[in-house]
């Protein structure tokens, strides 16, 4: 078993609880890497699925109800963009990976103020524009980030709006393409102990959410994995 792939797979659901979101942008290239790319979409879903059903309970107390308004454009979006991914060729979920990954650094980094707080409809909209690109690339980019930010929740509220998007998005597409026999029970059992890292991942990100000590390197070590899956769907893709 690679112990770099068991450290990328931890530090995702890591994120994952830390952020609300996140961990897609280092599961998706770190799957697709390993298994091809709609395979490793769906795999990927299949993963995030399951932490986020465990992180939904650790941040139960801090959802809120705008979340679910948000989440009818996510299952919409997501299962369009599921459905695109099972008929598209895969070197293209390979270039919408990338470009997904390349988005959501822009917006790190340039985007943040652009946004409209408050506009409900274009929040609702965005989510669903998110929900088609985590479809087809495995990852939603930077506009469910916006989405949820639209919304100038406090916190652990906004963790909270995150992960009910990432847990209703990450289900719609772990079933759409495991009916769609884009993946199969064997291939997900081949890294069944990534389960085991889901409850210590989670907790982790609560207490530092829940004791506001998240360490200012974090974002570095981040952006350093991503890059670093990133070069290797390049070479995949070139």
């Known amino acids: 078993m690679n112990i770099m792939l068991i450290l990328a797979v931890?530090?995702?659901?890591?994120?994952?609880?830390?952020?609300?979101?996140?961990?897609?942008?280092?599961?998706?290239p770190v799957m697709i890497a390993a298994f091809g790319p709609k395979e490793g979409v769906a795999i990927a879903a299949v993963l995030m699925a399951a932490n986020n059903v465990i992180k939904a309970a650790a941040y139960l107390r801090s959802i809120p109800k705008v979340s679910f308004l948000l989440a009818i454009g996510t299952v919409a979006g997501t299962l369009i963009g599921s459905l695109l991914l099972v008929?598209?060729?895969e070197k293209i979920v390979l270039f919408a990976a990338m470009a997904s990954i390349l988005a959501s650094f822009g917006y790190e980094v340039f985007g943040r103020q652009a946004l409209r707080i408050g506009d409900k409809s274009v929040a609702v909209l965005f989510a669903a524009i998110a929900g088609i690109t985590s479809g087809v690339s495995g990852t939603s980019g930077p506009l469910k980030a916006v989405s949820v930010r639209m919304m100038n929740l406090q916190p652990l509220r906004h963790v909270g709006a995150a992960t009910v998007?990432?847990?209703v998005g990450d289900v719609t597409k772990a079933i759409a393409l495991v009916a769609a026999g884009v993946t199969s029970y064997s291939s997900v059992l081949e890294v069944g102990w990534a389960f085991a890292l889901m409850p210590l991942a989670t907790w982790g990100?609560?207490?530092i959410n829940s004791r506001k000590m998240k360490p200012q390197w974090f974002g570095i070590l981040f952006w350093i994995t991503i890059g670093a899956y990133l070069l290797r769907l390049a070479v995949k893709a070139f």
């Open 10 to 28: 931890f530090l995702a659901f890591f994120v994952s609880a830390l952020m609300g979101q996140g961990g897609g942008l280092i599961m998706a």
């Open 165 to 167: 998007l990432s847990l």
């Open 205 to 207: 990100g609560w207490y």
């Open 87 to 89: 008929s598209v060729p």
